[in-house]
């Protein structure tokens, strides 16, 4: 598994392939994954966020199920008996297959079943959210952790990772499923981050009907709710979305890139090196 090339695509395949689809845009998917999909014979994706676009690049014949009318045992048992009557099958997942997206009962019961798997990631909408706000999420002295958390809803958060208890790290949130919630967001935050905290939710990034709206803990809520953004929304929030913002002095660059820092790769330029004491 993993740091080599798919093999043979076109003989028929000793495994089934759980690929992330990327957050919507259909070139937002990786090579490998693309290949994969376009030699498939049987294609089980991941209902409406994955673009019909991308469903497009499968072969005319390939047989395409739409999981999100179906329930755990029926999505396994269209890969288990597809892949054991010889069909090459992806199970196509949206945005990357590790971050909520109900993959670890779907291997375990591969697993049970005998069937190897081989994951290929994607672009997860955390990631492709960051794109779209020109951010990066951390900020040496700013920002050198990211949380990626959610609202508890019908599925439970554990107690301690109740966001008013992550808050307390003062870092860079990255909230999924939670847009429907924000002003129980913005509550349990209320006291940790100071009322200025840039927030920003970007709705359905990289689809054509994407939406970014920008604000601060103190308007976010009414921002959000006059955009109408309900669901398929990431929320970002932290200082690092107002990188611009941010005094030099409290804002130090990478050392990566500094012209006086020398690394395995480079030597520090001799005139901005330290004095030799
Ligand atoms: C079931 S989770 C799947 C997450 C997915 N595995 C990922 O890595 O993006 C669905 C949630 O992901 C987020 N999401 C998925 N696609 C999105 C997109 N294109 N733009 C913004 N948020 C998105 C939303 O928070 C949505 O409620």
Known sequence: MTGRAAPGLQAPWDRVYVVGAGPGAPDLITVRGLK???????????????????????????????????????????????????????????????????????????????????????????????????????????????????????????????????????TTLVLFLSAQMIHKVVAELAGAYPPDTPVAVVYRASWPDQQVVRGDLTDIVDKVRAAGIKMTAIIVVGRVLDAMGIPEEAFRYSKLYDPGFSHGFRRAAPESAPPAV
């Not at 196509?92 to 997206?101: E, F, M, P, V």
């Open 36 to 170: 994969v999909l376009e030699a498939a014979d049987v294609v089980v994706y991941a209902g409406s966020l994955v673009s019909p676009d991308l469903l497009a690049h499968a072969r005319p014949d390939a047989v395409l199920h739409d999981s999100a009318g179906m329930a755990l045992p029926e999505i396994v048992a269209t890969v288990v008996d597809a892949f054991r009557a010889g069909r090459r099958v992806v199970r196509l997942q949206t945005g990357d297959t590790a971050l909520y997206s109900a993959q670890a009962e779907q291997l375990r019961a591969l697993a049970e079943a005998d069937v190897p798997v081989e994951i290929v990631p994607g672009v997860s909408s955390a990631m492709a959210a960051a794109a779209v706000l020109g951010c990066e999420l951390t900020l040496p002295e700013v920002a050198q952790s990211v949380i990626f958390t959610r609202m508890a809803g019908r599925t439970p958060v554990p107690e301690g990772e109740r966001l008013a208890s992550l808050a307390a790290h003062g």
